[in-house]
């Protein structure tokens, strides 16, 4: 596909990067295959100096590291027990390098687009000084959250239960920006750029630029952030500004933000398209082949709920009454109910539910549990929704990159 | 001061000696890979060789360590190929049939910069197919009772 490029004249900078994939191969023992295709501003990641940005500083040790280049990392459901996910414990999900040395004072937001009546760029003082600034309790969940269970096997990281955490986002009304740059009457959409950049060494190459509807975008709770439970957002969360849309993929909710496009369509950054964030249209057999318009973009998250007290794996004696609680949430809507089980489903308790601090904050349950006799149990929890639609005990519908696995979790007690 | 001047003058004769081995490598590297059967089943001698080598290059029941891939036929391929951009550990979660690799592979060539695979294709693949392959799991598995960890959770007596 490049192979122009590779019979081009030799450069300084080519010649360079050819010994530094020669160096590797060496230390590889094995040759970069084909590596003469690279286009001539590819250097990857194994070549760089950029171990650094691999490091989960300011991250709990405790994370679940799934991937460490690009940093891929989730919470264990015993540590989600807090009412706001502390930010050293919120998971993170990049798609490529995060960018380095970051200066606040020099740092700009653009808005342009076609949908866009001008381009205007705002310094983060700007933002600050211009606009007013609100908080909202917001729960993110990764698209993929869950993709571990799927059968047949869906491609990507496989998120086990803990790509989710809600924290208070401090930052100013998307709406009061884009109204301020001025939307056209034609916007449909739109589409965010951050300052990460491509694992593939490619400067050019955009990561991600995902975006939402615009009426989405004129939410009240849709957010341009710096803040998280009070702090500057981690670096790994896309420290120093992001997108916040609640009840959305959180990979709506761009990080390291630097440029917002309005569209007059939908827009069609790299895993806005394809298979990306999308599921089938109409349902499908487990292992159907989907063709790509077939595939619709996935707007609103499904109802789901988690426990995060006690740890599974809790032995309790038969006298003893077992506390557990956790956390429930639905996309834009509410949970209204909320389940417990201890027989697999055949009878279902009630746990008392609260409501939830703003719309797509997730809601605290509680209940009590007695056991009738001494053995193995599990728990399992089951939210419903607003609309009276409940979490599945099994996996629910298939598709081909795993997304939206919503069914009910379960904790495994000893009773002795 | 001395001291210093000499590990100064041997990272020099260091740099140049790397130095020079990559060029002659980039010169006749080709002509060189070819002398070595890379993607032969590692022998028993590879394997005894780890007892001198690096901690993380060492091989524990079949594991690499260093990238956690199965080491065996199709390994140095696969890792000098598959941990440029992202870690291996990308491709030690994922299971999928051939086909199912080969649709990751070409997604990755068309959208994330990854190069022609030539002739290394297939022995990447069947290294994949074989050692990633898809366990069926039903509708939704059991809890994993290897995961779980026992412990005794206190509590206030009735």
Redesign the interface.
Known sequence: ??KKKKQSAPTRRGFLK??AL?????A????????N???AD?L????TDATDFFDLKGKHPDLI??????INAETPPHLLDDALTPNELFFVRNNGIPPKNIDTKTWTLTIEGESARQSKSYTLADLKAKFASYSYDITLECGGNGRK?F???A????WNLGAVGCATWTGVRLKDVLQDVGIKSDAVYIGYYGKDT?????AK?VVISRGVPIEKALEEESLIAWEMNGQAIPMLNGYPLRLIFGGYPASASGKWLHKIVIRNKVHDG?KMT?QAYRVPCKPVAPGAKVAEKDMCIIEAMPVKSLITF????????L?????IRGHAWAGAKQVTEMHYSIDFGSTWQPCTINAPKNRFAWQHFTANVRFPETGYY?VWARATDSDNIAQP???PGWNPKGYLNN?CH???V?VV | MKNNISLLLTSVYLVFG??L???C??LF?NVV?GWFD?SSVPSKTAIQRTKTTPKSEQVVDGIHLETGLVYAEGF??V???C?????A??VT?????RE?WK??LT?M?A????????E?EPIILDYLATHYA?E??????N?D?KE??????N????
Not at chain 1, 155 to 158: A, E, H, T, V
Not at chain 1, 198 to 202: E, F, K, P, V
Not at chain 1, 310 to 317: C, E, L, N, V
Not at chain 2, 83 to 87: F, K, N
Request: hydrophobic share 40%.
């Open positions: 596909m490049t050819q010994s020669t160096a590797m191969s060496i590889l023992g094995t040759k970069v295959v084909f590596a295709y690279l286009p590819m990857p990641i194994a070549l590291v799934l991937n460490d280049r690009p269970e059968n047949p096997p491609k990507g990281n496989q491509h694992l593939s060494g490619d190459k790299p394809g006690p740890k599974s794996g809790a032995t309790i004696k006298n003893q009454t077992l506390p599990e005990m099994l996996l069914a379960r904790i495994a000893k | 790397i130095c081995l990559a060029f490598y980039v590297g890979s890379f140095d391929i890792r000098g190929t941990t440029a951009c992202h870690s550990k990308l979660q994922n299971r999928a049939s199912g649709q990751m997604w060539q959208t994330q910069g990854l190069w022609e695979l030539g290394q898809p069926a799991i039903g509708r939704r598995a809890i009772m779980v960890e026992w412990y005794i959770l509590l206030e007596e009735e």
